[in-house]
């Protein structure tokens, strides 16, 4: 059993032999990937991540993760986008679906938060409510270290544990994951003697998942990251060498361009678990950053189901004929919950006891495909057998190989984001940033 890419249903929109045409692209696309001749070489780390990663940090890591673990009630993790995204799919795809809020003694392991990945003033004295005076831990995470969103999570939070515990226990209570020579933050984790963690210089924000980027706060979590490797070096494996015809990253990679090319210009994806919705997020991510440029790119959207079937449904039923929806169907879940029988059927559901609520669930996507395709929708499916850290390795690196043979494809650099710097100039002018006075002068003209 593995992940793997299911495009049967949309047999009415691709044709077996528009899929086989496509190999020949793909497989050129993928030859650019793996000898690292194309653009964007320079950040192709993440291909060889899961076999070749730094062994000893690895240990630090999980060294790092316990002792959190024994002296704090609570974990902050700041940082956003790519420093963010796929720690918090991880977790929230791993672990309990309500982790913050059950008994300490069942999880055994602090409660997490996220910081600094927006500038709101009351998210951030919400979370300091939450930790109140309890024992907590950071983890600031910044591969540039002066991504403004998290620097000033950071000063809120590093102020509040030198206040709790005075500037030298604070120092060990701050775990710093960034470049492993340059930028604020590595200054001032070496001026304040923090222990770091590298975001290697080849490993562009949103590939780092499994680097320590994601590592420290999923092992921080509880969950086993050497598993989480293993999945993904078995997601490598198939993704380099199988051929086309059995590659699903490639096959995934492949029908996306071809529905693309046919107009459909918005994908979807779709899960039916709720603690699916940040592994979206994080496709998202992936997706829009490494594609959305040039004036080209598949728009990247998501929902959550059956959620939002009673309110975005009517659009995907009905509305503007843009998309194609890629469901991430959960095989096995990892709850059995019976439905009861009730000696008077008041509200009609007696022909559902004894039925599971998955069995529901499953009845809900498989009826909802169908009628999404009969709405003209193409579906596309990844099955993951099931919710744990072999399957979500694999299904990393299943996603991010078919984003780099994906953006080739259409001919970008997948590997660059030049389009996020142009907030952050205008942001910074606004804000008085030493160094922006001209563009704040022309820039107040306009506002
Ligand atoms: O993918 C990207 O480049 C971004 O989403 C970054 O990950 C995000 O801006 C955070 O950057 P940094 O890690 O430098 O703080």
New binding site residues.
Partial sequence: TKVTFDFSKAAGFIREHEVQAFEGIADAAKEVLVSRSGLGSDYLGWIDLPVDYDKEEFDRIKKAAAKIQSDSEVLVVI?????YLGARAAIEFLRHGFYNNIKKDQRKTPEIYYAGNSISSSYLQGLIDVVGDRDFSVNI???????TE?AIAFRVFKEMLEKKYGKAEAAKRIYATTDKAKGALKHLADEEGYQTFV?PDDV???FSVLTAVGLLPIAASGADIDELMKGAASGRELALNKPFAENDAMQYAAVRNILHRKGKSVEILANYEPSLHYVSEWWK?LYG?SEGKDQKGIYPASVDLTTDLHSMGQFIQDGSRIMFETVLNVEKSRVELTIGEEPVDLDGLNYLAGKTVDFVNKSAMNGTILAHTDGNVPNLRVDIPEQNEYYLGQLFYFFEFACGISGYVSGVNPFN?PG?ESYKKNMFALLGKPGYEKEREELLKRL
Avoid: A, W
């Fill in positions: 940082g956003i986008g790519g420093s995470i910044s591969k540039s270290g002066t991504t998290p975001v562009g924000g949103r991510q950053e984001q996020v």
